[in-house]
C-alpha cells in the first residue's frame, strides 16, 4: 500500500432487500470493468416507496482501485 | 414525477434486530396516516445498549409523499 | 438519565458477513473494559474488497457510558 | 416577528424550466394548507435527465409559518 | 423506549431574553398541539439586533414525539 | 428503476448567463460521451469576476447514469 | 493569479426577481468600495414570502478579491 | 428589508459568565464600530478551562449589516 | 502552549437547568480523572421533554488536557 | 476560462514524506492519462502507521480537467 | 485571553512551493494592515496545475485579531 | 486487518515548523503509551500568530490502534 495512487470511482447500488446488498451489487459492477478495486466507502443511503412499503434501497459508494503504474 | 410537489416528513424507526428493519418500520409507521408515499432518505443511525449488548436501533428517515394537487 | 455524565469512545468494529455485525463487535469489544454502556452512534462506514468482492466492512461507532460518580 | 414561534416544514418543488420556478411551486404548494408563510431556505437541488437533456428541476425548501397562538 | 416509532417536527422558538428561553418557548408551543413529546435537538441560533443590541433570539429546535400505534 | 447500478461522474458547467445555464451545459457535455443519463444533482456555485461584474457562472454537478449490464 | 493574495467578504444581496438577480446586486455592492474583485462563491439562499408568494430572495456570497501589495 | 444588501463580519466574544453574554459581548464590539446591525448568527463555542473549571467562553458570532447606499 | 500535545475526550453533561450548566458539569466530571484540562468545544446539545416541557439538558463537549511528557 | 466545461476526478496519492508529495504524486499520475489537468482541491489527509511512526501519508485531491469539445 | 473580543477575517495566500508557504504569505499579508493578530485556522486548499504539475497552492486561512477597545 | 476491532483517540499536535511535524509529534505522543498503532486521519489545522507570524501550528489528528483481544 505504499507508494500506490488510487481513483476512486462513485457508483450507486440498488437492490429489494436491503443495504449491503446495494453496496455487493455497486463492487460487483465496478468489478465487471475495472481491476484492483481495493476499498469502498458508504454514502447516502435512499430509496423508492410503492404502496407504503420500500421497494429499493440505492446506496451510493465510493470505490478506489489501485492504477497500473 | 414531472411537475409534482413533495412533502417530506422525518421519522425515527426502532427496531431490535436492526438498521433496515428500523427503516421499515418508519416507512410502515408514515403510512397509516399519509397515502402516496414515494421516497425515503436514510439519515441518522443510534440505539441503546443493555448489558453491553445493543437492544434497540434507532434510524431516522427522511419519506417524501406526493401532495394531493 | 437525569444528571448523569457520559464520556463518549469511538471504535471501529470490522466483520466480514456485514454493518450490523460490524457495529454490534465494536460495542462487544467495549463492553470488555468499560461498563455501563448507554447508547451508541452509527458513523463512516468503509471496507476492503479482495478480488472483486467486499472481504471486509469496517464501522466507526461512538458509544457513550455512564461515568461513575 | 418579537415572541412568535414558527413551525418548519419542508417541500420539494418541481418544475420543467429552472430552479426559482420550483421553490415558487413548493412555496405555492404549501400555501393551499397553510396560513402565514413567512420565510424560505433552500436546500438541494436535483432533477432527471431524458435523452441526455434536462427534464425536471427539483429543488427542496424549508418553509417557516407563523403558529397561531 | 423499544419498538416506538417517533415523528419529527422543526420549530423556531423566539426570546427577548436568550437561548434556552428561546428553545423552551418551540417546545412549549409544539405542547400546545402535539402530545407525547419526548426529546429534542437545537439546532441554528440567530437573532435580530436593534440599535446595536440584541432584539430577539431564535433558535430552531428539533423535536420527537411518540406516534400513537 | 429497479435493480440498476448507476455510476455518477462529476461536471463543472461554464456559463455566462447564470446557474441554471450551466448546469444545461454540464449535461450536454456529459451527454456527448455517456448514454443513459438519469439524474443529476447541483453542487458548488462559484464563478469570476471582471471589471466589478460576473464574467462567468460555473457550477458543479454529479450526473448519474445507467451501467448497461 | 501567481503570487497573489487575495482577501474575501461576505455579502448577502437581495432581489425581488431571483436568486442571480440577488447575487448580481451582492457583486455590484462589493463593487462600490473594493477594487480588484476576482470571483465569487455562493452559499446560502433564503427569503421572506408575503401573502403566499416569494417576495425577496436572499442569497449570501463569498466574494475574493486581491490584495494591493 | 426589500432590495438592501448586507455585509457579514465574523467576531468571536468572551465571556466569563457564558454563551449569551460573549454573543452580547461581539455584538457590543461590532456596534462600536459599525451601524445599521441587523441580525447575527451563532456559530462555534469554544473555551478555556483553568484549574478544572471554565474560565471565559468564546463563541463566534455572524452579524449582518446594512451597506449604506 | 508551545510545543505541547494535547489529547482530546468527548463528554457528555447533563441539567436540569440549562446549556452552560450542562457544559460545565461535563468540565467538572472529566476534571476528577484528568489533570491539566485546557480548553473545550461546545458540540450537539440534545435533552429529554417530559409532561411537555424540558426535563434535562444534554450537552456533548469536546475537552482537551496536555499530556504530560 | 470562459464557456469551458471540466470534468473532476478523484484520486489518492500516496508518500512516504509528507502532505504535498503525495498531492504531487496524485496529480502527475491523473497526467499519464488525462490532458489538460486545470486544477486540484485538496481532501482528506489519512495515512499509516507502523512501529509508532507514520509510514505513509494518503491525500484525496479532485482534479479538474477541460472536455475537449 | 479574558474578555478580548476578536475580529476574523478571511484571507485566500498563493504559493508556488506549498500549503504552508501559502498560508505564510495570507498572514503576513494580513499582518501588513492590521495589528494584534492572534491566531488561524486552515480551510480549503486548492490550486492550479499548468502542463500536468501543480504551478500554485491556495490556501484559505480565517484570522483572528483583538479588537483595540 | 480482517475481524480487527479499533479504538480511536483524538490528539492535537503542535510544532513550530509546520503541519507534517505538528502531525508526527501527535502520534509520537500517541505511540508513548498505546501499542499497535495503525493509522491516522488528519484534522483541524490551527495555531497562534506572535509579531505577524505563524508561532506554532496546531493540529487534530485521530490514531486508530488495534485493541488487544
Same mark, same amino acid.
Given at each position: 500500500?505504499?507508494?500506490?495512487?488510487?481513483?476512486?470511482?462513485?457508483?450507486?447500488?440498488?437492490?429489494?432487500?436491503?443495504?449491503?446488498?446495494?453496496? *455487493?451489487?455497486?463492487?460487483?459492477?465496478?468489478?465487471?470493468?475495472?481491476?484492483?478495486? *481495493?476499498?469502498?466507502?458508504?454514502?447516502?443511503? *435512499?430509496?423508492?416507496?410503492?404502496?407504503?412499503?420500500?421497494?429499493?434501497?440505492?446506496?451510493?459508494?465510493?470505490?478506489?482501485?489501485?492504477?497500473?503504474?
Amino acid at each position: 500500500m505504499q507508494d500506490n495512487v488510487y481513483k476512486i470511482v462513485e457508483v450507486t447500488g440498488s437492490s429489494t432487500t436491503g443495504i449491503e446488498d446495494a453496496v *455487493r451489487k455497486a463492487v460487483a459492477a465496478a468489478a465487471k470493468s475495472l481491476k484492483h478495486l *481495493r476499498w469502498f466507502e458508504v454514502g447516502e443511503t *435512499r430509496g423508492h416507496i410503492e404502496d407504503g412499503a420500500i421497494a429499493h434501497w440505492q446506496v451510493t459508494v465510493k470505490i478506489g482501485f489501485t492504477l497500473e503504474q
